[in-house]
């Protein structure tokens, strides 16, 4: 699923029973589904790494991988990731 979202980042788009990928600007589907993601986020509000996984569909261990590598921005409090709005918007806009 990383792999998917990070094309998805980059702009990339795999069409369906095709392996190669398509390369440039986003698909009318894929603007939709990012502003769409964009609406679902509260940017004042803090979000568990299962909340992440599940808006971006990928386990929560990957989001929680994220956090460790970097790539997206997390704060530890009581021994558990918490992830600020304002930081997953970040992370979908960036690249």
């Known amino acids: 699923m990383w792999k998917k979202l990070k ?3 980059m702009g990339l788009t795999r ?3 095709d392996n190669k990928i398509q390369g440039g600007k986003e ?3 894929e603007a939709l589904m990012r502003s769409k993601l964009l609406e679902k986020i509260d940017k004042d509000r803090l979000y568990t790494p299962k909340e992440v996984a599940e808006l971006f569909g990928v386990d929560p261990t990957t989001v929680r ?3 460790r590598k ?3 921005k997390g704060l530890k409090i009581g021994g558990r990731y918490k992830i600020e709005g304002e930081a997953l918007l970040e992370f979908i806009k960036a690249e």
């Open 7 to 9: 094309m998805w980042k």
């Open 70 to 72: 970097g790539k997206l």
């Open 65 to 67: 991988d994220w956090i």
């Open 27 to 29: 698909s009318r589907e």
């Open 15 to 17: 069409k369906q029973g």
